[in-house]
């Protein structure tokens, strides 16, 4: 499955942002999908996950309450809604998908990545 991820951009602290990932090549409808993060110096973060049927998601701490996932299985589309965004939420915003399982945070877990999506969030 091919994935590309679309929807960064520069934003202002406490704004928000929609990104999207459109999956191609095999329907994403039996693919766990999730999103990752990485800002500059450091490692790819868990952001978010959500299972194949839309049933399970999973969120790091610190995007709690302000990011949420969602999967439009008809479109083969994965978003990522972000509000309140702030400074630390600045980096290459990645999706990625695994086949079918369990949801996990683990980005070893997951096989397929898209390119990459920048978000800065302005001070």
């Known amino acids: 499955v091919q994935l590309q991820a679309s929807g960064g951009g520069l934003v202002q602290a406490g704004g928000s942002l929609r990104l999207s990932c459109a999956a191609s090549g095999r329907t994403a409808r039996n693919y766990d999908m999730g999103w990752f993060r990485q800002a500059p110096g450091k490692e790819r973060e868990f952001v978010t996950a959500?299972?194949?049927?839309?049933?399970?998601?999973s969120y790091a701490e610190s995007v709690k309450g302000r990011f949420t996932i969602s999967r439009d299985s008809a479109k083969n589309t994965l978003y990522l809604q972000m509000n309140s965004l702030n400074p630390e939420d600045t980096a290459v915003y990645y999706c990625?998908?695994?086949?079918?399982?369990?949801?996990?945070?683990?980005?070893?877990?997951?096989?397929?990545w898209g390119q990459g999506t920048l978000v800065t969030v302005s001070s």
């Open positions: 959500i299972s194949w049927s839309g049933g399970s998601t």
């Open positions: 990625a998908a695994r086949y079918r399982g369990i949801v996990t945070v683990k980005k070893d877990d997951y096989n397929y």
